[in-house]
């Protein structure tokens, strides 16, 4: 579905699920701010070329009016926006490299959390082979160190200067026994600041390069992947610093998208689902 009228000089693009698993690629102008005229274009799929062919109806001297394209790191978004919207600088969203940080902090808290299940389980079966009862080990807060490192997983998505009373006396405890978490949540905040914190480009990335370093220096497997992802997306992260643009409109259509469905109870039928959504916010 195309509606070349709605092209706008700030485009939003990224998929969402309709039913069953099923993606579409939705194109939105950012100038509609989510209501009448926001939808440009909806695509069955994620294939690129699918993609392409419908905005390439679009004439050509109308796609190069596109100033620039808000987008996730996928690379079949990456093509599709450059071969669509040649003149468009793409900028890639900082708040999905951000979350792969966060996702990096969490997996290693999660692993910490294994191993604690592990130890106390090979306690309970010692104790049992001695006839003996088990106890856990109880921190200072009341935890035990299953439930500290269960427990600690909002904690580590929130900065320290939100956290509540209760929050802070876990993380103090959290990161007395795991230094690495603690480590691990500097980095996550520090590349968050970096984006909050930084005007210009040249210093934005002089930041990320220390912050690559720093990385580097501390040798979390997750967070070298990351850094690795970073480098290979290094241009349009940076394009961020330009007009300090997100995907944010994406996100948000995404959501009034799953409202709508979930207002409907499911979607049964697509094809009458997209006449009404396209009604709305076409």
């Not at 959390?113 to 009341?142: H, V």
């Not at 370093?213 to 330009?242: M, P």
């Amino acid at each position: 579905m195309l509606f070349p009228q709605n092209l706008g000089a700030k485009l939003s693009i990224d998929e969402t699920c309709l039913s069953h698993g099923e993606l579409y690629t939705i194109v939105t102008n950012k100038a509609a701010k989510g209501r009448k005229g926001s939808i440009v274009a909806i695509v069955a799929g994620t294939k690129a070329d699918k993609v392409i062919e419908v905005l390439c109806k679009i004439p050509l001297n109308k796609r190069n009016r596109v100033f620039e394209v808000t987008l996730d790191m996928s690379g079949s978004m990456d093509l599709i926006v450059r071969r669509s919207f040649p003149l468009a600088s793409r900028v890639t969203d900082r708040f999905h490299v951000q979350k792969l940080a966060v996702e990096a902090l969490q997996e290693m808290r999660i692993k910490y959390r294994w191993e604690a299940l592990d130890q106390e389980n090979t306690a309970i079966e010692k104790c049992r082979r001695k006839g003996q009862s088990f106890q856990a080990e109880l921190l200072e807060n009341g935890d035990s160190v299953k439930q500290l490192l269960a427990r600690s997983r909002y904690v580590l998505y929130k900065r320290a200067s939100r956290w509540t009373e209760n929050q802070k006396k876990r993380a103090q405890i959290l990161f007395e026994r795991y230094p690495d978490l603690k480590r691990a949540y500097n980095l996550s905040m520090e590349l968050s600041n970096i984006f909050e914190n930084t005007e210009e480009k040249i210093y934005g990335m002089t930041r990320l390069a220390l912050w690559h370093e720093k990385v580097r220096q501390a040798g979390f497997r997750a967070f070298n992947t990351i850094s690795r992802t970073i480098q290979n997306h290094y241009k349009t992260i940076l394009n961020y610093f330009d007009n300090r643009s997100t995907n944010a409109a994406a996100e948000s259509f995404n959501a009034k998208v799953k409202a709508f469905r979930s207002s409907l109870r499911g979607v049964r039928d697509v094809k009458y689902f997209l006449f009404r959504l396209t009604n709305i916010y076409a």
